[in-house]
């Protein structure tokens, strides 16, 4: 079985692909406007939502990033994880329903619509549309960078495709997701989401039932090998320390309520009712996706510390090396499937934004009307692709410039969404004076802080601290400011 | 106050000057991986504000929950469930810090269920508490997040926009 590795990682990918192009092809014929483009018609089911909400979430970096920081700092990440629960009950509690009842009674097809409908100000919509296009554009070049990466190492170790080139396998990855994207939307979006919770989640069950029999004396023995290389390794907060960790608690826990990407998912599902279905059903697919993350990176750190296998070139090979070297053929192409659904979901929802933002946000906030929105939107989501295709390789040839901006997407977006949405559409009086410059200031400082390369004390996070600075700033400008006078059928939705 | 309180605690820790290696320094042998560092629970001023910041993080989650729980100025119907939610989690979170303060300065190394003990909290008691919230979402649904009336009177307000729009 063992010489068959790369054609069976090759042929699940290969599978998976097909997969999506057959789901594209498929939502095509259901999207029939440009709101069901963007909104999937409104008629998603529980299962579908949930799926969406929580792969979604899950990029990439729950499959590459997140083992190589635990393999890097132990437990610190593991934050990330263990926030779940309560960030996604948050998010519903917050969400879950205002936010889906004032995108039905503003027939909203994107987030700054509803922002619109709630503070009736044109800037606070624009400056919306603009923080999520710079998240998108760092996120998806981010995401194909990684995707592209992955696949020109498949396909180098077969024989037949030995000499291909990042850029080519960029055109492949490319090719498929924008082919699903473009012709079906978010409809195919959120079907082959379903379709990659599902791999995701089989492909982590498997990989932590690996990890727990690496180890002769299970969790326990892999767990006492690192407490004796390092305590504070296995300890609560890792390596980070105790402040860093809270601040990522605070960070993914509510700054998951303000990711564009995963809170439009709660505006398109069919029932109101369904949000308390919803939430179990997308913990649940997280917590086992989260499986892989946490094993994955202590069983790495475990072998290298111990002595069975070569320390790591770099934290972020911890996956690869562990499906190479301790995971069965069949179950390496599995992940290796999971891990493409895991970018890809991510990858397709940004663009489905990101096209909403520049197509319909910003063109209705200055006054224009586009006519067959359906056709250009289909069109701006082939070029944001493009577009962030290129981005991607010219900053992988001219710097960190991507991964900069990918690092600090989340905090990006839960700094300038937090005060505006997740509060703002729970609190009548928060006013639009206050949105914008919440908006403004968090972006200010996540840009000054990163570009300027300025360390925080104590490892405290810097999305963390520039969403509270914003939370201050919209609470406090709020109650200087004359309250804005809501529509009334507006106010008494957020009453409900 | 809640964020006051809490931008104070952080104003507060910048005043203090954090030891070099307090979020880790590189492992002597392997260059990939960090060795923990000074612990904050060393000293007795960044013990406390330490445990105060984590209070603060985990009693903002809390209160979030608690804003979108508000339902027309009111919390009657689920205000005593959500407040021994949030209790329980936050003295769950005190015992997991506690727990550690402990591991730090004696050097306990007893394991429960495959992880040492402040490790065993944080991964078997903290992830699971929040599930209260998830309970009291899909449980209180119906009674108190969105009951019939306001579902029936959302739908008249939806047709009543539309028929203005058009």
């Excluded at chain 1, 826990?253 to 709660?266: A, D, E, N, R, Y």
């Excluded at chain 1, 359906?374 to 493009?386: H, P, S, Y």
């Excluded at chain 1, 040839?397 to 991507?402: A, K, P, R, S």
């Amino acid at each position: 079985m063992e010489e068959y590795r790369n054609p069976i990682i090759l042929s699940a990918v290969g599978l998976y692909m097909f997969l999506c192009i057959v789901v594209g092809i498929w939502a095509y014929r259901k999207t029939k406007s440009s709101h069901d483009f963007f909104m999937a018609g409104r008629n998603l089911g529980v299962v579908v939502t949930a799926f969406a909400v929580f792969s979604t979430t899950l990029s990439g970096f729950g499959f590459v990033g997140g083992p190589g920081l635990v393999y890097r700092m132990g437990m610190s990440s593991i934050w990330m994880v263990v926030i779940a629960v309560l960030g996604f009950s948050l998010t519903n509690f917050l969400h879950g329903k205002r936010l889906r009842l004032l995108s039905e009674l503003g027939n909203s097809k994107s987030l700054p619509d509803v922002v619109f409908l709630r503070y009736n100000n044109n800037n606070t919509r624009i400056l919306i549309a603009i923080a999520i296009i710079l998240g998108v554009f760092g996120y998806l070049a981010t995401q194909i960078l990684a995707m592209s990466v992955v696949l020109r190492d498949i396909l180098t170790e077969t024989e037949m495709f030995s000499s291909m080139t990042l850029e080519m396998s960029m055109v492949i990855s490319c090719s498929i997701l924008v082919f699903y994207s473009v012709t079906g939307g978010i409809i195919a979006s959120v079907y082959t989401d379903l379709v990659q919770g599902g791999i995701m989640i089989v492909a982590a069950i498997l990989i932590f039932l690996t990890v727990m029999y690496t180890f002769d004396g299970g969790i326990t023995e892999m767990n006492q090998v690192i407490q004796a290389d390092d305590p504070a390794a296995i300890g609560p907060w890792g390596t980070l320390g105790m402040v860093g960790c809270m601040s990522w608690l605070l960070m993914f826990g509510l700054g998951g309520s303000g990711q564009p990407h995963v809170i439009t998912k709660l505006m398109m599902n069919k029932k109101v009712s369904d949000a308390k279905h919803i939430l179990p059903v997308s913990i649940m697919g997280y917590l086992f996706s989260g499986l892989l993350w946490i094993g994955i990176g202590l069983v790495m750190r475990a072998l290298v510390v111990s002595g069975q296998h070569p320390e790591l070139a770099a934290p972020d090979e911890a996956a690869s090396q562990f499906l190479q070297h301790y995971a069965h053929p069949v179950l390496a192409g599995i992940v290796f499937a999971g891990l493409f659904a895991a970018i890809m979901s991510t990858a397709d929802a940004f663009l489905n934004i990101g096209t909403a933002a520049i197509m319909h946000d910003i063109p209705k906030a200055i006054g224009k009307k586009i006519k067959n929105e359906l056709q250009w939107a289909r069109i701006t989501t082939g070029l944001i692709t493009i577009i962030a295709a290129f981005f991607a390789l010219w900053a992988s040839n001219n710097g960190d410039l991507v991964a900069l901006l990918g690092a600090f997407g989340w905090g990006t977006f839960a700094a300038a969404i937090v005060p505006v949405v997740t509060l703002g559409f729970n609190w009548k009086r928060g006013t639009a004076i206050a949105a914008n410059v919440a908006v403004i200031a968090s972006l200010l400082i996540n840009f000054i802080v990163k570009i300027g390369k300025f360390s925080v004390p104590y490892g405290i996070d810097i999305g963390a601290l520039s969403m509270l600075v914003a939370l201050f700033l919209f609470i406090t400008i709020s109650f200087v400011t004359k309250p804005d006078v809501l529509e009334a059928d507006v106010a008494e939705v957020m009453d409900m | 106050m809640l964020i006051i309180l809490f931008l104070g605690i952080i104003g507060l820790l910048f005043m203090t000057a954090p030891p070099p290696d307090v979020t880790g320094q590189l492992h002597d042998v392997y260059k990939t991986m960090l060795h923990g560092g000074t612990s904050m629970s060393l000293n007795g001023t960044t013990k406390i504000l330490a445990y105060l910041f984590g209070l603060c993080a985990t009693g903002t989650l809390c209160l979030f929950i608690i804003v979108g729980a508000v339902r027309k100025g009111k919390l009657d119907g689920i205000r005593p469930w959500l407040i021994f939610a949030s209790v329980a989690y936050l003295i769950v979170y005190s015992l997991t810090y506690f727990a550690d303060a402990s591991y730090v300065s004696t050097g306990h190394t007893r394991f429960f269920l495959g992880w040492p003990i402040p490790t065993a909290w944080m991964i078997y008691a903290m992830w699971a508490t929040p599930i209260l919230f998830m309970l009291i979402y899909i449980f209180k649904f119906r009674d108190w997040i969105l009951t019939e009336e306001d579902e029936a009177r959302f739908k008249e307000l939806v047709d009543a926009r539309k028929a203005a729009e058009s």
